[in-house]
Nanobody, 120 residues
Framework: QVELVESGGGLVQAGGSLTLSCAVSGSIFSINAMGWYRQAPGKQRELVAGIISSGGTNYGDSVKGRFTISRDNAKNTVYLQMNSLKPEDTAVYYC??????????????WGQGTQVTVSS
């Protein structure tokens, strides 16, 4: 069984910073991509940032230059450093992992979500 455990959400004032973490546990053969999506009330889930095993990254347009994604492959953990936060960053942030549980079986996994609230 694969589990993603997120931490680091909370309440912060506009202009502040937060760091989210997501650790993948369970029987994993390898992890291809990891990253974060977010969903605000009444809006669709959107990509925040993703990172592949080689370190390549991509970001949603609204967070470029403010957020930084990184990963620790040895710990199967992905991080999201969020700086210069804005009220519009308020959302539930979901971690995902695109992982192989065997050499051939590949699945996508999601965390339970962590709330980030940015006050003006």
């Amino acid at each position: 069984q694969v589990e993603l455990v997120e931490s680091g959400g909370g309440l912060v004032q506009a202009g502040g910073s937060l760091t989210l973490s997501c650790a993948v546990s369970g029987s994993i053969f390898s992890i291809n991509a990891m990253g974060w999506y977010r969903q605000a009330p009444g809006k669709q889930r959107e990509l925040v940032a993703g990172i592949i095993s080689s370190g390549g990254t991509n970001y949603g347009d609204s967070v470029k230059g403010r957020f930084t994604i990184s990963r620790d492959n040895a710990k199967n953990t992905v991080y999201l450093q969020m700086n210069s936060l804005k009220p519009e960053d308020t959302a539930v942030y979901y971690c995902y992992a695109d992982a192989y549980v065997t050499r051939w079986e590949r699945n996508s996994y999601w965390g339970q979500g962590t709330q980030v609230t940015v006050s003006s």
